[in-house]
T-cell receptor, first 112, second 112 residues
Framework: DSGVTQTPKHLITATGQRVTLRCSPR?????VYWYQQSLDQGLQFLIQ???????AKGNILERFSAQQFPDLHSELNLSSLELGDSALYFC???????????FGQGTRLTVV | GQQLNQSPQSMFIQEGEDVSMNCTSS?????WLWYKQDPGEGPVLLIA?????ELTSNGRLTAQFGITRKDSFLNISASIPSDVGIYFC????????????FGQGTRLTINP
């Protein structure tokens, strides 16, 4: 158990809908990262937060947004969902910005 | 640029064989990380490297931080069936806004 908690584990929703994925980092970790992994693909970096502020942005679509709250948990919001958004979404956390990161178990999103 | 080139993309070996994979980049890194991902699970941190030339072992796994700071390798000795999975390298780029970037992964398959 990495100590990073992601909910829900599975999510099935229809095209056009909006969903929110939640991540609780390891105790003491200030940095949270979000990654997207499509079937048999690598880890696509979406966005990183550090102590509540956006730190780095990857190839995140405009339909996607995220935030990190004062208690350091983070949420990834995906809207106007398309079939191609079906993927595993991982959250990772680290003590400082860009040190060793620990991953949650992921949320498997299926858009139908 | 900041891309990590991980090779090989896939490996098919016999149980008991040694395995070697590497990551290279044109950018300079101050941290190299190696992860293993089992199907449907989150990546698990195997080894972290922080100094150029550093050689670190974790059981049958050995990883090295390249002297040039632009590469790293991972070796697995005497492979066993549970070594099957996808191995990812990741690195923290040293210049600019430090980012944690991932290689595309090496898929390891073992024939018993």
């Amino acid at each position: 158990d990495s100590g990073v908690t992601q909910t829900p584990k599975h999510l099935i929703t229809a095209t056009g809908q909006r969903v929110t994925l939640r991540c609780s980092p390891r105790s003491g970790d200030l940095s949270v990262y979000w990654y997207q992994q499509s079937l048999d693909q690598g880890l696509q970096f979406l966005i990183q937060y550090y102590n509540g502020e956006e730190r780095a942005k990857g190839n995140i679509l405009e339909r996607f947004s995220a935030q990190q709250f004062p208690d350091l948990h983070s949420e990834l919001n995906l809207s106007s969902l398309e079939l191609g958004d079906s993927a595993l979404y991982f959250c990772a956390s680290s003590v400082a910005a860009n040190t060793e990161a620990f991953f949650g178990q992921g949320t498997r999103l299926t858009v139908v | 640029g900041q891309q990590l080139n991980q090779s090989p993309q896939s490996m098919f070996i016999q149980e008991g064989e040694d395995v070697s994979m590497n990551c290279t980049s044109s950018s300079i890194f101050n941290t190299w990380l190696w992860y293993k991902q089992d199907p449907g699970e989150g990546p698990v941190l195997l080894i972290a490297l922080y100094k150029a030339g550093e050689l670190t072992s974790n059981g049958r796994l050995t990883a090295q931080f390249g002297i040039t700071r632009k590469d790293s390798f991972l070796n697995i000795s005497a492979s066993i069936p549970s070594d099957v999975g996808i191995y990812f390298c990741a690195g923290v780029i040293i210049q600019g806004a430090q980012k944690l970037v991932f290689g595309q992964g090496t898929r390891l398959t073992i024939n018993p």
